[in-house]
């Protein structure tokens, strides 16, 4: 008997558009052999499944449910494609955990820790060759917090709202004088801003999941943006970045990463499939973390798919793994 599916997208920031197009991509590629699939639209005001007669029919929230016809549909697991909250920063998997409804993502402490970029880089601090660049996190946008940056931190600095994704509202500031728009900037996308010292190098980012065999790491994609860093243009204009994958690395390198990010994956309790960005700094070839990302982007741009095509795997038969790990209870 096939599984029922909610493939759940949309959200209360302006990462929702980045959702829906996750979604869409999502369900052009899961087996229709062996899952009904029903996308799921999740907004502040509004949680509804769409028809193809374009028919809005609304969410219980009692029991995440939909009626269509008379006929009621519960669903066996949630498939979250849903980036920024609620669906990255713990809030929709712990209302799944209430409605005992498995999920294929990390479980809501985990995303709760790693939305937050400040928390997250405390804890996996200590994990052997891991770095982690010189930061300030601000809880608020005084009139001495630029000052308070230059006296410990050196430029150029990253400036990033603590708890967003897909590099909105994020900032590099090579002079002072940048400082105060680029802080501004941040904090109108979170009342947190993390502000770090820029480490030069080569940036990457790589997938890591659990699998029928384990923790398996994909291949790396090394990212060359022609902006002057990764920011949401870069990130989603076709063109804008050169994506190399798999990424220039020496086997000593790719073995190292695959043992850190395995260890990241572990410590952060992690479930389905994470990404992983980090730097490794010219000439000492360091490994420094920048972030993870408990619900990776799954557009035709994104990494992940990327990195499943290069790791020799089919992206049904993937999506299908993390669809009956989650529903094990082994996600």
């Not at 000052?147 to 050196?154: A, F």
């Not at 802080?183 to 947190?192: P, R, T, Y």
Request: charged letters at 25%; glycine letters at 8%; a negative charge.
């Amino acid at each position: 008997m096939k599984k029922t599916i909610a493939l759940v997208t949309g959200g209360f920031t302006g990462e929702s558009v980045v959702s829906f197009k996750s979604a869409n991509f999502v369900e052009s590629k899961i087996d229709r052999n062996k899952y009904d699939v029903f996308k799921i639209v999740i907004l502040k005001d509004e949680w509804y499944y769409s028809d193809s007669g374009s028919a809005k029919h609304v969410v219980d929230k009692n029991n995440f449910s939909i009626t269509i016809g008379g006929t009621k549909i519960v669903f066996d697991l949630a498939f979250i494609m849903l980036h920024g909250s609620p669906g990255e920063d713990g809030k929709l998997q712990a209302y799944f955990d209430l409605m005992n409804i498995p999920y294929t993502s990390c479980d809501a402490l985990t995303s709760a820790l790693t939305m937050n970029k400040a928390y997250s880089k405390a804890i996996v601090d200590g994990i052997k060759d891991l770095h982690i660049a010189k930061s300030v996190q601000l809880f608020d946008d005084s009139s001495a917090a630029g000052q308070h940056l230059l006296d410990l931190l050196v430029l150029p600095l990253f400036i990033k709202p603590n708890n967003g994704g897909s590099s909105i509202g994020m900032s590099k500031v090579k002079t002072s004088d940048e400082l105060a728009d680029a802080l501004v900037k941040a904090f109108n996308e979170d009342s947190q801003v993390l502000v770090e010292e820029f480490i030069q190098g080569r940036e990457f980012s790589i997938g890591v999941y659990n699998g029928h065999q384990g923790i398996r790491v994909l291949p790396s994609t090394e990212v060359i943006p022609s902006n002057d860093f990764f920011d949401f243009e870069a990130k989603y204009t076709p063109g804008a970045t050169e994506e190399i994958t798999p990424g220039r690395m020496s086997e000593e390198e790719k073995e190292r990463v695959e043992r850190i990010v395995s260890d990241i994956y572990h410590k952060l309790n992690c479930r389905g499939m994470v990404r992983i960005d980090y730097f490794l700094q010219d000439l000492s070839s360091d490994f420094y973390f920048i972030e993870i990302n408990t619900i990776p982007g799954q557009t035709e741009q994104s990494f992940i798919p990327q990195q499943v095509k290069a790791a020799g795997l089919d992206i049904t038969e993937f999506y299908g793994e993390l669809i009956e790990m989650a529903l094990a209870g082994k996600g």
